[in-house]
T-cell receptor, first 111, second 113 residues
């Protein structure tokens, strides 16, 4: 089944720095979503970008999508300790609308 | 703000025993998902319901797992018998009709001894 793969697996930065994580996928998609998961909790939806969109913003989050490279990036600007979490991309194979998650990027923001 | 409810939050059981998890999606959400998440990995879809019908259960180990959503509202996921490898977080999510954003519950953490 289709699966996005996040990169890097782990990221450690200082508060105030920007954090960038990437997601690559294998086949065409309808949309790509990013979720955040705090330790031991459920996932929280961050942003959805459709296949005909190239960039979306939400607060300190910026998501880009390059369908020619089958990749997406999530940028968190001016990171805070509260951003410490795992971040997952979820993709759906075109036509299925069934989301598939990658393994995630573990982000640690040091105060 | 409405939330997806799950219970129990934690469950410890011995192998070969039966366990059941319950999920109450956000009111009006037509689609309900059950995921299994092993520590350090992403959620893996077990079953997807549209109202009371199963849309996809291709990854559900049907010899031991069962899921139902009889009235198209809340749902139960059962494991019988539980095995050591079933230790994981079980997540429930729901989406409004014709939308893609999933709303997740807090999960049930299962430990099989």
């Amino acid at each position: 089944s289709q699966q996005g793969e996040e990169d890097p697996q782990a990221l450690s930065i200082q508060e105030g720095e920007n954090a960038t994580m990437n997601c690559s996928y294998k086949t065409s998609i309808n949309n790509l979503q990013w979720y955040r998961q705090n330790s031991g909790r459920g996932l929280v939806h961050l942003i959805l970008i459709r296949s005909n969109e190239r960039e979306k913003h939400s607060g300190r989050l910026r998501v880009t999508l390059d369908t020619s490279k089958k990749s997406s990036s999530l940028l968190i600007t001016a990171s805070r300790a509260a951003d410490t979490a795992s971040y997952f991309c979820a993709t759906d194979a075109g036509g299925s609308y069934i989301p598939t998650f990658g393994r995630g990027t573990s982000l640690i923001v040091h105060p | 703000e409405a939330e997806v409810a799950q219970s129990p939050r934690y469950k410890i059981t011995e192998k070969s025993q039966a366990v059941a998890f319950w999920c109450d999606p956000i009111s009006g959400h037509a689609t309900l998902y059950w995921y299994r998440q092993i520590l350090g990995q992403g959620p893996e879809l077990l079953v997807q319901f549209q109202d009371e019908s199963v849309v996809d259960d291709s990854q559900l180990p049907k010899d031991r797992f069962s899921a139902e959503r009889l009235k198209g509202v809340d749902s139960t996921l059962k494991i019988q018998p539980a095995e050591l490898g079933d230790s994981a977080m079980y997540l429930c999510a729901s989406t409004p009709r014709s939308q893609e954003t999933q709303y997740f519950g807090p999960g049930t953490r299962l430990l099989v001894l």
